[in-house]
C-alpha cells in the first residue's frame, strides 16, 4: 500500500466568507461549499453534534487544496494564543508560489493580512515574507526572481 497525494489541508477558521474572500484574493478558485453534519461528521472528527460550513478551495494549477471550515457546533476553540508566533510547535505555515510578492501583500492586506516581519531575498533566487492571514492563519509568499 502507497501513498497516493496530499488531497488537502484543513484549516478552521472564524468566518467562513471573509476567509473564502481572503483566498480568493490570493488566487485560488472556491471548488465547492457544502453544511457538514450527521453521524458521519461526528464519527470522522471525534466530537459530537457536529455542523459546520466548508469551503474546498484550490490552486490555479488544480493541485493544492485547502478545506476552510467554519465550525457551528460545537463552537470552534482557541488552544493558546490566537497569534501564535512561528515557531510555535504544530502545523507551521502554508506557502504560495507567487508572480508579484509587493502586489499580493497589497491585495491581501486590503483583507486584514499583516506581515509578520518583513520581505526579504534570499541570494539572487526568492523574495520571501510570512503574513498573518485571517483567523491567525500564516502564509508565506514566495517570488522566484532569478
Known amino acids: 500500500m502507497?501513498?497516493?497525494?496530499?488531497?488537502?489541508?484543513?484549516?478552521?477558521?472564524?468566518?467562513?466568507?471573509?476567509?473564502?474572500?481572503?483566498?480568493?484574493?490570493?488566487?485560488?478558485?472556491?471548488?465547492?461549499?457544502?453544511?457538514?453534519?450527521?453521524?458521519?461528521?461526528?464519527?470522522?472528527?471525534?466530537?459530537?453534534?457536529?455542523?459546520?460550513?466548508?469551503?474546498?478551495?484550490?490552486?490555479?494549477?488544480?493541485?493544492?487544496?485547502?478545506?476552510?471550515?467554519?465550525?457551528h457546533t460545537p463552537a470552534a476553540i482557541r488552544d493558546g494564543s490566537h497569534n501564535p508566533p512561528p515557531n510555535t510547535l504544530g502545523l507551521h505555515r502554508v506557502m504560495f508560489a507567487v508572480d508579484d510578492i509587493d502586489d499580493t501583500i497589497a491585495r491581501l492586506r486590503s483583507h486584514g493580512a499583516e506581515l509578520i516581519g518583513e520581505v526579504a531575498q534570499y541570494k539572487d533566487i526568492y523574495r520571501l515574507c510570512y503574513l498573518r492571514g485571517p483567523s491567525g492563519i500564516i502564509l508565506a509568499l514566495a517570488e522566484q526572481i532569478s
Not at 484543513?10 to 453521524?39: N, P
Open 2 to 71: 502507497t501513498l497516493q497525494r496530499m488531497d488537502n489541508i484543513g484549516i478552521v477558521v472564524e468566518d467562513l466568507d471573509a476567509a473564502v474572500a481572503f483566498f480568493t484574493e490570493l488566487g485560488m478558485e472556491v471548488e465547492g461549499r457544502a453544511q457538514i453534519e450527521g453521524l458521519f461528521a461526528d464519527q470522522a472528527v471525534g466530537l459530537d453534534g457536529v455542523r459546520s460550513d466548508i469551503a474546498m478551495m484550490r490552486t490555479p494549477d488544480g493541485h493544492g487544496k485547502l478545506e476552510l471550515a467554519q465550525y
